[in-house]
């Protein structure tokens, strides 16, 4: 399931709902759990410093990997 253009809005990923009409509810439910864990993430971590979007040759900060952490660990308590 990638995400591109949508065809309705333009954006990527999409923000107008169009591109996620045909996803199945079980995958809808991970996305969302997935946008509520990096809200609850840096609600909790207003200072939290993030790697440069796009550049790939950047490493990681502490951030970036405590958030991953974090997201795979609340999508996983979830899923279970």
Known sequence: MGLSDCSKCWETPCQCGWDYRNW???SL????N??????????NNPD???SIFGLRNQE???DD??????VNNKI?????
């Open 60 to 62: 990681q900060t502490q």
């Open 24 to 26: 199945t509810m079980k």
């Open 76 to 80: 996983g308590e979830r899923d279970a």
């Open 48 to 50: 939290a410093c993030f």
């Open 34 to 43: 997935m946008i509520e864990a990096i809200i609850q993430y840096k609600s």
């Open 29 to 32: 439910v991970r996305f969302r």
């Open 65 to 70: 990997k405590a958030l991953m952490e974090y």
